[in-house]
């Protein structure tokens, strides 16, 4: 039996630690439907033993790393306003 995107996407995240850009890459999906992927993926480990870890998109110049949406992207720290920041990164332990 074939697995499902989410299924390959949430084995992949058991083995290594990945963005969404990564994933988006690797899956030839775009980022957006990567995030919702991750969503989903989220709310169906609630029921195990499992859980998603996301370490938040941080900038790389001031170190802000307290963005409202820690799934998404952002696209400029709200505090010094530079784009060179860290996307988040996510992994099922």
Request: hydrophobic share 35%; proline share 6%.
């Amino acid at each position: 039996m074939q697995r499902t995107t989410r299924e390959r996407i949430a084995d992949r995240l058991r083995g290594e630690s990945l963005s969404a850009t990564a994933l988006a890459a690797a899956f030839e999906l775009s980022t957006a439907t990567v995030i919702e992927h991750v969503e989903h993926i989220a709310r169906s480990l609630d029921d195990s033993d499992e859980q998603l870890l996301v370490a938040p998109p941080a900038c790389e110049d001031c170190g802000f790393d307290g963005f409202d949406d820690r799934l998404n992207e952002p696209s400029r720290c709200p505090e010094c306003h530079s784009e060179n920041l860290s996307p988040p990164i996510f992994r099922i332990e």
